[in-house]
């Protein structure tokens, strides 16, 4: 795929913001463009810092690569759930190898449950086995957790609660309603909301933005995937993130503006200053 089947750009953010949840590596494969293209684009787009995420061990060490490479990039490294519950009885292996990556990393995730892909007991087992290493690691080092959760939502807290931490934890991809962000928020969590919050059909996860307090939402694209209306289907990237942005402010009845500057210092305040 070429730069030329991308979607439009859109009109450039007025204050810069913040990518809180994306796969460059992934979005570099799919588009057919380098990282510094990329990024690039996101910049002109007004999305001036990313967060990348790794779902293994070798994407992990791609992205504290590309974090040391590019100083608007920071990153995180985790095992994916659905990769976890893949692993089976390697999966304690696995995690020792990209637990030795910890000291390149801005945060741990993306962790958690997936039970839409892995539906049966004993990867579901396998999931919850590694989600509580992330949390031990999130813990021992101070760095924020970066939850998966999918189709998991009451297994995701109770795994949190057992666990008893960590001080911070990011909701990325938040797909609950309005009764489940009150309980994440009321564990301190931040929910970081991706394109899906502008398709039509997510009412319910609007109304989960609508009770967010605007210092406690972030927002994503995990690109290469989830791309906002009206270039849903297309490939996603970084510089897509205002067309979410504006779509967020209109919800909220927040100046543009003032709502990107909201949501860059909200990601600062979780992964710290870069």
């Not at 009885?89 to 910890?102: F, N, R, S, W, Y």
């Not at 909301?193 to 694209?221: M, S």
């Amino acid at each position: 795929m070429s730069e030329r089947e991308l979607p439009e750009a859109p009109e450039p953010l007025p204050v810069p913001t913040i990518d809180a949840h994306t796969h460059l590596a992934s979005t570099v494969e799919r588009v057919g463009l380098s990282v510094a293209e990329v990024l690039g684009m996101a910049a002109a787009a007004g999305v001036t810092r990313v967060v990348d995420v790794g779902c293994d061990v070798a994407s992990s060490a791609e992205s504290i690569l590309f974090a040391q490479t590019y100083p608007q990039v920071i990153s995180c490294i985790a095992i994916h759930p659905n990769d976890a519950a893949r692993l089976g009885p390697q999966v304690d292996a696995g995690l020792d190898e990209l637990e030795k990556l910890i000291p390149g990393a801005r945060g741990i995730g993306e962790t958690g449950l997936d039970y839409y892909r892995t539906r049966d007991t004993g990867g579901q087992a396998l999931q919850r086995h590694a989600f509580a290493r992330h949390i031990a690691w999130a813990k021992e080092h101070a760095l924020p957790l970066v939850i998966h959760d999918r189709d998991a939502h009451g297994d995701i807290l109770d795994v949190l609660d057992a666990e008893t931490g960590p001080d911070k934890v990011m909701m990325h991809c938040f797909s609950g309603d309005a009764d489940f962000a009150k309980r994440c928020l009321d564990r301190g969590a931040w929910l970081s909301f991706p394109g899906t919050v502008t398709f039509k059909a997510n009412e319910a996860l609007r109304e989960a933005l609508d009770i967010a307090p605007l210092d406690r939402i972030l927002v994503e694209t995990d690109a290469p995937y989830l791309t906002p209306m009206p270039h849903r289907g297309k490939p996603n990237g970084p510089y897509l993130i205002p067309y979410t942005v504006r779509f967020m402010a209109e919800r909220r009845r927040v100046d543009v503006a003032e709502l990107s500057a909201q949501l860059a210092a909200n990601a600062v305040a979780l992964f710290g200053e870069w």
